[in-house]
């Protein structure tokens, strides 16, 4: 927009702010706060004279007005009015706030909603000007606490949850005022204003306060959130709850879906329980309420709970059916924190909550199926016994029939609950995987187009957990015919293909081989996907579809799958295929996702037909180094991780091929252990691996530089678990140290520690190097490693380090006169029969 319209629009907007009409006042403040966004304030400096000008006038209207616009600009730019403006004394915030509290005053409620509103804004940057007037905004807080306007109500609790999220000293000397206060306003007949209420329990847990100062008001406070627990009489799920299974879903009831991309390595990934409640209500925050103070408390909230859990479990009539449901939810709201107490009657609930899978109303049906799905890992620890191995089969059996429900809700929640059975129970799936899939594929042919994501959610799941077991004729002729038959009816562009493909992959890891007889039209389908979406991004009527990533990703992870399945297998299809160049595009594409999949796919193949990638090998390293040279690295480092990991895979396969990338990527990898903050923990180790294989295939070009990654890369291979893969990097380690034994001297002590991190039983045969530096390398660690444990899997790699510290012998020369008699005896002796 040309300079001189947006000045005209700026001056006419002005005077809007004071407009009789509220729907005018509110637009020009919505386009204020667009003009701040873009532009700030500082261009602009008629509007912050005006917004105190209106504040300061007794005209409710420019009143209103000017807060509109304020309240607007303090939710989408808090910081523009907490910045130093060229030509202003102070921060506008400065002048700003001062009214804000003063209006908490006002008569009129929204002034004060708007006010408390802005206010609140700036809890989480805190600006001077309110850390100042801390007290000012309390007692102001205080004031409006009971203020007959549910939405300032609302915010007054919602001020509150964040002051104890992260300003918990200020709220110290009235915290018990303040808890005393949200107790009643959890009861307020406003749903949303007891919702934000209920939010601080939840809040005061997260943020590891004293617990004692809660613990005397457990006894009030945990009958008020299982009274909440129960649905509200007009709580829309239960509406849901009575659609029927064979009503086709409409596209408003899909739900989108993400699919997460090809990772390698240790990932840390939080469970998030989904008590099949999609729009989070009262009812489900009071649930995870009892769920953190549970974890919390423990066993001690049980005396106060489980009565009334037990009285509203032991009530009849359909009348009552809601407090049954919500105290079979408090069963698993609280299944973790509490399972010490539970534990000795876990028997006795599993039997108990095992009929409910029939009751007759389906929201009981399906929050049983989520409470059973809590206690997984004892139902499968329990099956050793006659008693267990019963009771794990009435479960499991139980949630095979209510996989095949009418109802809607409850085959997700069966679904959801049996994939979480899954995975805990993997080996005892196998005798049972015919009946087993008999179910999932009636379910298959049942379900409609919502639900039939989780029955591939499942069948997935199965498959990871029971591996090669599935590989038997008897299960692929009931698995494979519907999926094959779904696959084929199903277009390219038909986005119901991505939990599909997302299947495969996994039925294709845990087939191995036995995959073979699918993998043609399996791996065709793929490339072909992944054609037309890269048509589809620069010409999307020659391809005839839009542009969707997600496609491309979803192939290149069954790719994957397909890859580690088939080894070996896979060569004949990628030699008839374009499959390289297609990869090299996507390991170049501008979406991350799509990058990171990529990456994946090329280390996986690098592992069994690296031949295929041979022609553009040197292009394929290049844009992978770039990967971990970006400034961008912690936004992108899960495509780095796989890049990285990437890097390794083709190095110890192609070797001295490296040589033309070898220092390019080394001073990319040393960076990220030199300054591992905040990085992915799978990326360090993935970091430390392929420099140590790097160093392997191409000692004489890494080993000069090694003293400037030495102590870094030590500390990181210190952490790694023992594998294959520490072998290798292991192994580069001491091709280095060979062919440069200067350049590890003044890291001695860090490659000791690395050493003692192996699980390695004949530590006595490295004893007489790592003693004189046993203060750093941790004396209590060494001796443990004398134990009889795991040792080295590789003979040779055990030899090696051997002699790489056998080298370094001279250097612990100084060892022999600061001997004390207690270790010389029994440490000659072993240096004596280790070295002869």
């Not at 209106?54 to 209207?61: A, G, T, Y």
């Not at 006002?106 to 802005?118: A, D, E, F, N, Q």
């Not at 890859?563 to 160049?581: F, W």
Request: aromatic share 8%; with cysteine; charged share 20%.
């Amino acid at each position: 927009m040309p300079p001189a319209n947006q000045q005209y629009i700026k001056l006419e907007l002005l005077p809007c702010m004071g407009a009789a009409d509220k729907q005018i006042r509110s637009t020009a403040g919505t386009i204020i706060s667009t003009f701040v966004q873009i532009a700030g304030v500082a261009g602009w400096p008629e509007l912050l004279h005006a917004l105190v000008k209106c504040l300061d006038s007794n005209d409710v209207n420019h009143m209103e007005g000017a807060m509109d616009a304020l309240s607007k600009i303090c939710e989408d730019a808090p910081q523009v009015l907490d910045s130093d403006i060229s030509g202003l004394s102070e921060r506008p915030i400065n002048a700003f706030l001062p009214r804000f509290i003063k209006l908490f005053q006002s008569p009129h409620s929204t002034l004060r909603k708007l006010s408390l509103g802005s206010v609140n804004q700036y809890i989480m940057l805190m600006p001077t000007v309110l850390h100042l007037s801390m007290d000012k905004y309390l007692q102001g807080l205080f004031v409006l606490a009971n203020d007959p306007a549910p939405d300032v109500r609302k915010l007054v609790c919602a001020a509150f949850v964040q002051l104890i999220e992260v300003r918990s000293a200020a709220l110290e000397p009235h915290l018990r005022n303040v808890i005393e206060y949200m107790l009643l306003v959890n009861k307020d007949p406003d749903d949303e204003v007891a919702l934000e209420a209920c939010e601080f329990w939840s809040a005061y847990c997260e943020a590891e306060l004293p617990p004692e100062n809660l613990r005397e008001f457990l006894p009030r406070l945990i009958p008020i959130l299982l009274s909440n627990m129960a649905y509200a009489d007009d709580d829309e799920s239960l509406l849901e709850a009575e659609e029927d299974g064979s009503l086709p879903d409409r596209d408003q009831d899909l739900k989108p879906r993400f699919h997460s991309s090809r990772f390698h390595g240790s990932e840390d990934v939080e469970d998030e329980d989904d008590d099949i409640v999609n729009v989070w209500n009262l009812r489900k925050c009071s649930a995870a309420a009892l769920d953190f103070l549970s974890n919390v408390f423990g066993d001690e909230i049980l005396p106060i709970l489980m009565p009334i859990v037990q009285a509203n479990l032991s009530t009849t009539g359909d009348e009552a059916w809601k407090d049954r449901e919500a105290a079979v939810l408090t069963l698993g709201a609280i299944g973790e924190g509490c399972i010490n107490g539970l534990y000795p009657h876990l028997s006795e609930i599993i039997a108990f909550l095992i009929p409910l899978l029939d009751d007759k109303f389906p929201l009981i049906r399906s929050i049983t199926c989520w409470t059973l799905s809590r206690f997984s890992k004892y139902i499968v620890q329990v099956t050793a016994h006659q008693v267990g191995h019963d009771q794990f089969d009435k479960v499991l059996m139980g949630l095979l029939r209510r996989i095949l429900d009418d109802n809607k809700r409850v085959q997700e929640a069966a679904c959801s609950a049996f994939a979480t059975l899954e995975e805990e129970a993997a080996e005892e799936l196998g005798p049972r995987l015919e009946i087993i899939l008999q179910h999932l594929m009636l379910a298959f042919g049942k379900y409609q187009r919502r639900n039939l994501r989780i029955v591939y959610d499942a069948i997935g799941t199965l498959a990871d957990a029971v591996g090669g077991e599935l590989n038997q004729p008897k299960y692929l002729e009931i698995l494979m015919p519907p999926l094959i038959a779904k696959w084929q009816q199903l277009s390219n562009s038909d986005k119901d293909l991505f939990p599909l493909l997302e299947c495969f992959t996994s039925i294709a890891q845990a087939l191995g081989t036995g995959f073979s007889q699918f993998a043609q039209p399996v791996f065709q389908r793929c490339i072909n996907c992944i054609q037309t979406q890269q048509l589809a991004k620069v010409d999307p009527v020659s391809a005839g579809a839009q542009y969707d990533k997600e496609f491309i990703v979803c192939s290149l992870d069954l790719l994957s799958g397909l890859t580690e399945g088939l080894g070996p297998g896979i060569e004949s299809l990628v030699s008839q295929s374009n499959l390289r160049d297609l990869l090299l595009q996507c390991c170049m594409d501008d979406a991350y996702d799509v990058r990171q999949s990529a990456f994946a796919l090329l280390g996986d193949l690098a592992r069994v037909c690296p031949v295929h990638l041979h022609s553009r090998l040197l292009e394929f390293l290049d844009v992978a180094a770039k990967q971990l040279n970006t400034p961008k690295l912690k936004e992108t480092v899960s495509v780095a991780n796989n890049a990285c990991w990437a890097i390794g895979e083709l190095a110890v396969k192609v070797r001295k091929e490296m040589s033309p990338v070898v220092l390019t990527v080394i001073s990319c990898l040393v960076p990220i252990l030199q300054h591992p903050e905040g990085l992915n923990k799978s990326l360090i180790e993935n970091s430390a691996i392929t420099l140590g294989r790097l160093a392997l295939v191409c000692p004489e070009l890494v080993s000069p530089h090694m003293e400037h990654f030495m102590q870094p890369w030590c500390v990181a291979l210190s952490m790694i678990r023992d594998d294959i893969e520490k072998e290798d990097a292991f192994r580069g380690l001491c091709a280095m140290v060979r062919a440069n034994p200067s350049g590890a001297l003044n890291s001695l002590v860090f490659m000791c520690k690395a050493i003692a991190s192996w699980h390695v039983s004949d530590v006595l045969s490295y004893w007489w190097v790592i003693y004189p530096y046993a203060n750093e390398v941790n004396v209590g660690s060494v001796f443990h490693l004398m134990l009889p444990s795991q040792e080295i899997r590789s003979e040779d790699l055990h030899n090696e380090v051997r002699q790489v510290l056998h080298g370094y012998k001279q250097v612990t020369q100084a060892y022999k006169q600061s001997q004390t008699c207690l270790f010389q005896q029994p440490l000659s002796q072993a240096r004596a029969d280790n070295i002869s």
